[in-house]
Structure formats: C-alpha cells, structure tokens
C-alpha cells in the first residue's frame, strides 16, 4: 500500500503563497464564535501558517454566545472592509446560528473557504469560485500523487456543505463517476466497495473497515476524530484497510495540512484579483 502524505505538498503550496505574498501584502480574518477545543486548535493553526508566510490573520473572537445578528454584520463588515482580503467563518457555532444562512454575508470574492452560497452554487456551474479549502485539498492530493479520475468510480462518503457536497462536483469536473453517501445509505460496504476512488468524511473514527474498500482502491481519509490519547484518527480503520487498499492518506499527515495551506493560497489568490 502506497501513503499519500500530505506534507511535502502542503510544504510546496506554502512555498508558492510565501513568493506571492510578498508583494501583495494579504489579510485574512478568521471570525470565531465558538469555544470548541478541535475548531480552536485549528484556527490557532492557521494563524501560525499564516504568519509563516507573509499573510496577516485576524481571529476576530466572537464568544460562543455570539447572536447569529452579530455574525452576519462581522461578515459584512469584514466583507466592505478593502484591507481585508479573506473572511472565514469557523465552525462550530452557538445553537441556532445557521453557517449556511451566515456565509451569505460574505463577499463571495472574499469567501476563501468557499463557505456562502453563492459559491457553492458557481462552483456546481462550473464558474470560477473559491472552493472550501477541504475539498479542494482532496483534489490537490489526488492531482500530486498522480491518480487519475477521468473515467474512474469515485465514491465520497459525506455530504455536508464543507466537504462531501462540494467534493462532488469537483470530482464530476474532473470526469470521474460520482456517487455520495450518507447516514441513510443503505449497505455502505456494498457502496464503497465499488470505488476506485474513496473519499470518506464522515466523522467516524474506524466507520471504513476492509469489507468497504476494493482491493487495490485509493483512499483519501478526510476525517480528523480526536482520540481518548489527546491524538487524532481518521474515519478508516487503517490496520484492517491497509493491506486491501492500494493507497491511503494518513491521518494526522494527509489531508489536513493541505487544507490549511490552500486558504492561504486562496487567500493571496484573493487579494491579487
Ligand atoms: N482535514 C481537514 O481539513 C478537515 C477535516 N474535517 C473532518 O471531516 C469529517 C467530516 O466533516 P464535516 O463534513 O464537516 O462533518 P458533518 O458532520 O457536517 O458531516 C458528516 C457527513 O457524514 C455522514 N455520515 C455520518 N455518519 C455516517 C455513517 N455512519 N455512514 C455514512 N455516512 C455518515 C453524514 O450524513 P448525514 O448528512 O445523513 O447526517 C454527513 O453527511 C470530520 O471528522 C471533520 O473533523 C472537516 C473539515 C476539514
Ligand atoms: N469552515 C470550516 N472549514 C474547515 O475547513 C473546518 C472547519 N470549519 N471546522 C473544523 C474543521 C477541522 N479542520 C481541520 C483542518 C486541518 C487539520 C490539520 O491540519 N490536522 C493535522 C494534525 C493535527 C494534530 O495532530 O492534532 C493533520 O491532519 O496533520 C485538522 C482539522 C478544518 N475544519
């Protein structure tokens, strides 16, 4: 089984955005209206990648009892603001805000986690939009490690507005043959063991088990689940699906850096346009 690490890629892309930075002088701010200890670990995360190549970050904290109001006219008002290049809204956030609802007040020029809707929406018509750094670090994984996608059974287990959505559209751009999964699929194994390409995002630590994965199938593993160690695990059973799978991102190591080095690349790709 091949591991497709995520390390030297995301080292490249930071390489790129450092170059581009320099003289674009790009700001990003990241609005946070939760006290989840995982969400928080990765806004600190992204603020030190941030610093590390040359693009200023802004946590505008919010509290995790933040009004929906409050956030949407934060959003605005980053959104009008011409020194701010990148808004992103974190998510978790306090019961009764809807992110989908909020990410509307973000200009979606400015929208480089692709979360407002009218992003989804051009990007689902295939016109340029920012994609959410998730999906989008799938593809560039996929694109790095050489795997072809035209013409392959890709299957994404996962639907959110984050992830699994957006992900399939970008592989249906890419000529692969699409198919989604989510907690009402009947017989997942049946599903995903047809993929040539699987992508799991479910939250799930071990929820993919040999039985779910064809022999010789790539697998992205797009979950981070805290473990009871103060680790983190992915949504594959790795001991069970290494020996079946041709392929496998590892978990911490794979996706995860990827993604936060493609919303900086977003957002110095933002504040050039
Ligand atoms: N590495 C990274 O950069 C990132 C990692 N993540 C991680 O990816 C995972 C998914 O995140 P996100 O999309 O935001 O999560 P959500 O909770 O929003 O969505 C999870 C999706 O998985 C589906 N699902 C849940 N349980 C099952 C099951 N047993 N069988 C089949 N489908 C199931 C849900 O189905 P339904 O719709 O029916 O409820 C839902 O569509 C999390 O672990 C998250 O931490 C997220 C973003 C970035
Ligand atoms: N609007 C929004 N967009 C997101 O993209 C988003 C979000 N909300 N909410 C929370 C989740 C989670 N997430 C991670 C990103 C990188 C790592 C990451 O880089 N993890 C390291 C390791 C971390 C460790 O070892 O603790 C790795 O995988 O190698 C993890 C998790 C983005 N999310």
């Not at 080292?11 to 170059?19: F, G, I, L, P, T």
């Not at 011409?82 to 998510?91: D, E, I, S």
């Not at 992003?119 to 994609?131: D, E, H, K, V």
Request: aromatic share 2%.
């Amino acid at each position: 089984m091949r591991t497709l690490s995520g390390k030297e890629l995301a080292a490249a892309v930071r390489e790129r955005v450092r170059a581009e930075a320099a003289a674009r002088q790009p700001r990003l701010a990241v609005v946070v209206a939760t006290a989840d200890e995982a969400s928080l670990w990765y806004v600190r995360s992204i603020a030190k990648a941030a610093a590390g190549v040359g693009i200023a970050c802004d946590v505008v904290e919010l509290g995790p009892h933040a009004a929906p109001e409050t956030i949407a006219a934060t959003l605005a008002g980053l959104s009008a603001d011409p020194g701010v290049h990148g808004v992103m809204l974190q998510t978790p956030l306090p019961p009764g805000a809807s992110a989908q609802e909020l990410a509307a007040a973000i200009d979606p020029a400015k929208d480089v986690d692709g979360a407002a809707p009218l992003s989804l929406g051009r990007l689902a018509a295939g016109l340029p939009a920012f994609a959410p750094a998730t999906a989008a670090a799938v593809l560039a994984l996929l694109d790095h490690h050489g795997v072809e996608l035209a013409g392959r059974r890709a299957v994404v287990v996962g639907r959110s507005t984050v992830v699994g959505k957006p992900l399939a559209h970008l592989l249906l751009d890419r000529h692969a043959t699409v198919t989604v999964c989510h907690s009402r699929t009947r017989d997942l194994a049946a599903v995903t063991s047809q993929a040539e390409v699987l992508v799991v995002a479910a939250g799930r630590a071990g929820l993919i088990g040999a039985g779910h994965v064809a022999p010789g199938a790539v697998v992205i593993d797009v979950g981070t689940n805290p473990t009871a160690g103060g680790g983190l695990t992915g949504d594959v059973d790795l001991a069970a699906v290494a020996p079946v799978a041709g392929a496998l991102t590892p978990v911490p190591g794979g996706v995860g850096p990827v993604t936060t080095a493609l919303l900086l690349e977003h957002t110095v790709r933002a504040a050039g346009a």
